[in-house]
T-cell receptor, first 113, second 111 residues
Framework: SQTIHQWPATLVQPVGSPLSLECTVEGTSNPNLYWYRQAAGRGLQLLFYSVGIGQISSEVPQNLSASRPQDRQFILSSKKLLLSDSGFYLC????????????FGPGTRLLVL | GNSVTQMEGPVTLSEEAFLTINCTYTATGYPSLFWYVQYPGEGLQLLLKATKADDKGSNKGFEATYRKETTSFHLEKGSVQVSDSAVYFCALILRANNLFFGTGTRLTVIP
């Protein structure tokens, strides 16, 4: 069966510091991978998605970036965090074709102070 | 454009009460529809889905029917439990990589 991991689970960072959140998927090959952000009291916003190694599409311009160095690894980064980057970050995966279900990881709660 | 509109919460019910959370959608094509649930402090879990008109998704006593004529996918459960307390998200997908979520509805079930 497939599983998706995210770490860290919780992170408190000062404004201006860098960020690296990691997501890995097990039990599947060549998945589509996604990063979402959930701000407090709001729905989910798609930030990035990837259909393969080194292939990243950005949905919303911001000071975040994503990378996919390996087939089942997806990293969300920032060089300098803003207060507005606080939120709950969720990674998800799906099979590569069609309108398939997306399966979510446990999330990382980020607080920027 | 494509969007999902959910009933605003929070919703508070007594145990064993009937639950309905309304969801309507706007789509430029023919979407698949989903309900996800988020328990406190956790990520999203797929609750149920439907891929075509008149399909009924069901899981854990929850049901939702894909109604193309009313562009709706309302979530229902006949008898809620305290353990159902969570935030429920309605979502649609039209093409790969483009999942649109509603803003979520918080449900609290009291004993």
């Amino acid at each position: 069966s497939q599983t998706i991991h995210q770490w860290p689970a919780t992170l408190v960072q000062p404004v201006g510091s860098p960020l690296s959140l990691e997501c890995t998927v097990e039990g599947t090959s060549n998945p589509n991978l996604y990063w979402y952000r959930q701000a407090a009291g709001r729905g989910l916003q798609l930030l990035f998605y990837s259909v393969g190694i080194g292939q990243i599409s950005s949905e919303v311009p911001q000071n975040l970036s994503a990378s996919r160095p390996q087939d089942r690894q997806f990293i969300l980064s920032s060089k300098k965090l803003l207060l507005s980057d606080s939120g709950f970050y969720l990674c998800a995966w799906s099979v590569t074709s069609g309108r398939e279900t997306q399966y979510f990881g446990p999330g990382t709660r980020l607080l920027v102070l | 454009g494509n969007s999902v509109t959910q009933m605003e919460g929070p919703v508070t019910l007594s145990e064993e009460a009937f639950l309905t959370i309304n969801c309507t959608y706007t789509a430029t094509g023919y979407p698949s529809l989903f309900w996800y649930v988020q328990y406190p402090g956790e990520g999203l879990q797929l609750l149920l889905k439907a891929t075509k008109a008149d399909d009924k998704g069901s899981n854990k006593g929850f049901e939702a029917t894909y109604r193309k004529e009313t562009t709706s996918f309302h979530l229902e459960k006949g008898s809620v439990q305290v353990s159902d307390s969570a935030v429920y998200f309605c979502a649609l997908i039209l093409r790969a990589n483009n999942l649109f979520f509603g803003t979520g509805t918080r449900l609290t079930v009291i004993p």
